[in-house]
């Protein structure tokens, strides 16, 4: 117990490093401050999506050149992940923890004055590249608070992260628009909610020792550096096909988390409010099965069935969801992105699950860097989204690029098979926390 090795529950605070496993109380209070975290900076990068109609009118520009924007931001998130994934390794979670939190409030504050369009996205950029730098740290140190099984529970607590901070962007704008219209009080708000986050990490989060986290699984050889350890992770070509994965589920993630109320306002005529009411739901139900698909994928042991499962019916979704008219009632379109989100969390936390355990089985010391290679793949989607989107919506429509969202989903069925792990459980076994 932590209580009896550090005098108290908040022994942990006097030194810069746990040196021993946490359980029980501390294990899911470092858990939930990395939660918070993760989810606060979710929110400050999707913060644009519900008003995004808001800034094209502002500033006078089209969807197109706001997909340049965005596109250029993926890129900059590329490069941060490659160059900051490897920090998560050698110097520890903590510091791409807490650091770009406080930043990413002072983009806000930039952004709220920001005096005209090409300033703004360059603001969006910098927080693009923050936001990588964070990726892995969160995702390497929420395996370091997990144990070989009931992975995909913890995972389930990040993606947690995702769906509070995207759902956080829908709900804050859907309620403060009717009293603040405009885009600008939502980067205010931002602002204030990182300073606050910042704090709490600061004060609060402690990284696990470089040797606790090794002891998670397997140790190198004696004589073996940590970090030189983990470069066999770049050496898997298993690795870098199942990393390829979260191409195709980006591409229909993004859809949702940046495009989705800019859709149903301008195809389905919702004002923005109620277009991010909407967009709401498919957060809410997202939330609730993501803890579905860990115990299930922790219970039988298996990840890949899940995933794919959850990819398929996502997938269909989107299908049904094109064919839609555009005087279709709002409680419809409120039922069809309940439905998808629920199937929607079946693939994340799961997902994740089998990435890290197929990293550990190739090295424990090198997590971290390969949840910077699938930040590094990410914005490959995010580019072709970017920039495809509005030349499809241009030329096609909405309904045709909703279509296309649902094909990419599909590929993660695809990709999943390249994992570690059986297709089918052997027998049911009880998930160990």
């Not at 900076?41 to 644009?48: A, P, S």
């Not at 298996?302 to 555009?326: D, E, H, Y």
Request: hydrophobic share 50%; glycine share 10%.
């Amino acid at each position: 117990m932590q209580e009896k090795q550090n005098g108290s529950f908040w022994g942990y605070l006097r030194a810069r490093e746990i040196s021993h496993f946490p359980t029980n109380r501390l294990r899911w209070w470092l858990l939930g401050l990395i939660v918070i975290g993760w989810a606060v900076e979710q929110y400050e990068g999707l913060k644009t999506g519900p008003v995004l109609v808001y800034i094209l009118e502002d500033f006078d520009k089209t969807l197109t050149q706001w997909g340049y924007v965005a596109a250029s931001a993926g890129l900059v998130y590329s490069i941060g992940a490659q160059l900051l994934s490897r920090a998560a390794d050698r110097f520890g979670r903590r510091p791409l923890l807490v650091w770009p939190v406080f930043f990413y409030a002072v983009v806000s504050v930039c952004g709220a004055l920001a005096p005209n369009f090409y300033t703004l996205a360059v603001l969006a950029m910098a927080g693009s590249f923050l936001m990588a730098g964070m990726n892995p740290a969160v995702h390497a140190a929420s395996r370091d608070l997990t144990p070989q099984m009931g992975r995909a529970m913890v995972y389930a607590w990040v993606s947690l992260a995702f769906t509070v901070g995207a759902l956080m962007s829908t709900v804050i704008a859907a309620n403060t628009l009717p009293h603040f219209p405009g885009w600008r009080p939502q980067y205010w708000i931002g602002a204030g909610l990182g300073i606050v986050t910042a704090a709490l990490l600061f004060f609060f989060y402690r990284d696990l020792a470089p040797g606790v986290r090794g002891s998670v699984t397997s140790e190198p050889a004696a004589g073996t550096d940590h970090y030189e350890a983990g470069r066999l992770i770049y050496r898997s070509p298993r690795l870098w096909i199942l990393s390829g994965t979260i191409v195709f589920w980006s591409l229909t993630y993004v859809t949702v988390s940046g495009y989705v109320p800019t859709y149903l306002a301008r195809h389905h005529g919702l004002d923005p409010a109620r277009a991010a009411a909407v967009t709401s739901w498919f957060w809410v139900v997202f939330t609730m099965s993501v803890f579905i698909a860990g115990w299930l994928s922790d219970h039988f042991r298996v990840r890949k069935p899940v995933t794919a499962f959850g990819a398929i019916t996502t997938g269909t979704c989107f299908i049904v969801g094109s064919s839609l008219p555009v005087d279709t009632p709002e409680i419809t379109l409120m039922l069809l992105w309940s439905a998808t989100g629920f199937f929607a969390g079946f693939i994340y936390p799961c997902w994740c699950a089998l990435y890290s355990e197929t990293a550990e089985a190739i090295s424990p010391h090198g997590v971290g860097r390969a949840f910077g290679i699938t930040a590094t793949l990410s914005p490959i989607a995010g580019l072709f989204l970017n920039l495809g989107l509005p030349r499809v919506v241009e030329n096609y429509g909405w309904s045709t690029w909703m279509m296309c969202a649902g094909f990419f989903c599909l590929g993660v069925a695809l990709l999943v098979g390249a994992g570690k792990g059986p297709w089918w459980p052997e027998k049911p076994h009880a998930a160990r926390s």
